[in-house]
């Protein structure tokens, strides 16, 4: 699972610095990461305090640091 995990933070890492901000919604539509392991690395991300949330109108937007 955790590998699973580090992968899809990897994947989310980079389409963020690709992309720049995103919503969890957009990010989770265009990289085919299941919701659950865009959340669980979100987190991991979080932890390694690699990642940036912030509510913009009712959508978390994500932006690395």
């Known amino acids: 699972m955790s590998n ?5 933070a990897g994947i989310i890492w980079q ?3 690709k992309n720049g901000p995103s919503s969890v919604n957009k990010v989770t ?4 990461i299941n ?3 865009v959340q669980r ?3 991991w991300l979080s932890k390694e305090d690699k ?3 912030e509510m913009v109108g009712r ?3 994500l932006s690395l640091k």
């Open 51 to 53: 990642l940036s949330i």
């Open 41 to 43: 690395a979100i987190g």
């Open 59 to 61: 959508a978390e937007t």
């Open 4 to 8: 699973t995990i580090g992968d899809a």
């Open 15 to 17: 389409y963020l610095d």
């Open 29 to 32: 539509t265009e990289t085919g």
């Open 35 to 37: 919701r659950n392991d």
